[in-house]
Antibody, heavy 122, light 107 residues
């Protein structure tokens, strides 16, 4: 059974750095074709893809946010970490991590975490 | 950057067929996925590779993609299908791109 769970602060101040952890089970990043993405959704708005990492440590970033984003494997083999620097009110959103369906040419996201709401406020 | 355009809202009567469109330049040359998101819940993949259904997704959900438009079709729409629907495509220049979402209302 594949599960993902996001964890991190619910509230951050403007200019601070956000660090979120995705803890997953039921699959291994080291298995061929596996990768994990981060996606966010501001309240009442659309989904926005942020970043992806695979078992070979290959990474992709949303080009409009690339200078502020870092995705990495966590200290545990079943974790992926996302950091977003210089937080602003417009970064207030629910942040999701999701697994990319392996070997799917459409790069679909087949399992999602429950999401964590991050509010940026002083 | 690559953009996907969806109508903000679509209405359908119970038992009828609902069509949700997603438009993008030469979208038919890419694979499209569709996600269903109900209020307060995480998105759920309902269609991938244009027309394939993940395990557990009812047969009334189908998809197509040609030219500049992809379409999610829900046949015999039920009240439980009321949700927001997002299309997604992968493009080599912008990676994952989502549409703006369509609110499906079952009247």
């Amino acid at each position: 059974q594949v599960t993902l769970r996001e964890s991190g602060p619910a509230l951050v101040k403007p200019t601070q750095t956000l660090k979120l952890t995705c803890t997953f089970s039921g699959f291994s990043l080291d298995t061929g074709g596996m990768s994990v993405s981060w996606i966010r959704q501001p309240p009442g708005k659309a989904l926005e893809w942020l970043a992806r990492i695979d078992g070979d440590d290959d990474k992709d970033y949303n080009k409009s946010l690339k200078t502020r984003l870092t995705i990495s494997k966590g200290t545990s083999e079943n974790q992926v970490v996302l950091t977003l620097t210089n937080m602003d009110h417009v970064d207030t959103a629910t942040y999701y991590c999701a697994r990319m369906q392996p070997f799917d040419p459409s790069n679909s996201l087949d399992y999602w975490g429950q999401g964590t709401l991050v509010t940026v406020s002083s | 950057s690559y953009e996907l355009t969806q109508p903000p809202s679509v209405s359908v009567s119970p038992g009828q067929t609902a069509s949700v469109t997603c438009s993008g330049n030469k979208l038919g040359d890419k694979y499209v996925c569709w996600y269903q998101q109900k209020p307060g819940q995480s998105p759920v993949l309902v269609i991938y590779q244009d027309h394939k259904r993940p395990s557990g997704i009812p047969e009334r959900f189908s998809g197509s993609n040609s030219g500049n438009t992809a379409t999610l079709t829900i046949s015999g729409t039920q009240a439980m299908d009321e949700a927001d629907y997002y299309c997604q495509a992968w493009d080599s220049s912008t990676d994952w791109v989502f549409g703006g979402g369509t609110r499906l209302t079952v009247l």
